[in-house]
């Protein structure tokens, strides 16, 4: 049996890169259809900021294996909306996930198939546990960016299909000062 070879790196804790990693980059104009304010959406358009980066180590989509990727995702928001990454079921959606918070400041929305919500903050040392069936997506609500590992089997898959259509239950504004966690009144 030929055996793979370890794999040992050390991710930058300041930037969230990972040496050696294949970069993914999702400006505002890949998020079209998924904030709620679009009038707000299309001012910004202008400027097509990036709104995350994505540094992945990734393996054969085989059962048993595993992949693991940073996320840098920039502050801002589109109307009273934070930035946010698109947000996935996986396309095995049995499989599970982890995520580790690096820097800065954000948090987590789950949702079940039903539309259940949950909304997990995060910092730095903030582990989640993303259940099997579970929909997941994060949410910058700091100045800074917010950087975090997640680590998923390599077979998982993304299916975008159902968030990018109909978004989830809860989104997540600054409304008078303060990070509120609402109901989509697109929902
Ligand atoms: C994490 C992982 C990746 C995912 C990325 C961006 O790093 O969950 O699998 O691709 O976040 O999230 P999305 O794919 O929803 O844009
Ligand atoms: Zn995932």
Redesign the pocket.
């Known amino acids: 049996m030929e055996y793979k070879r370890p794999i040992g790196l050390d991710i930058d804790l300041e930037t969230g890169v990972i040496p050696g990693a294949k970069k993914l980059v999702r400006r505002l104009s890949d998020l079209k259809g998924y904030f709620l304010d679009e009038e707000a959406y299309n001012e910004l358009l202008k400027e097509d900021p990036v709104v995350y980066e994505v540094y992945a180590i990734e393996q054969e989509e085989k059962e048993g294996d595993l992949n693991f990727a940073t996320t840098v995702l920039y502050p801002g928001k589109v109307g009273k909306e934070f930035f946010f990454t698109k947000g ?1 079921f ?1 396309a095995k959606a049995d499989r599970a ?1 982890i995520y580790y918070g690096i820097k800065g400041k954000g948090g987590m929305l789950l949702q079940t198939p039903e539309g259940e919500a949950e909304w997990i903050p995060m910092g730095p040392g903030t582990v989640v546990y ?1 259940p099997p069936y579970w929909a ?1 997506r994060t949410v910058n609500t700091g100045n800074e960016p917010f950087i975090f590992l ?1 680590i ?1 089997p390599s077979d ?1 898959g ?1 299916d975008y299909g159902s968030i990018k259509e109909k978004g989830f239950s809860k989104i997540v504004i600054e409304e008078d000062g303060e990070v509120k966690v609402v109901d989509n009144p697109r929902w």
């Open positions: 996935h996986h996930e993303v997941h997640a998923y998982a993304h």
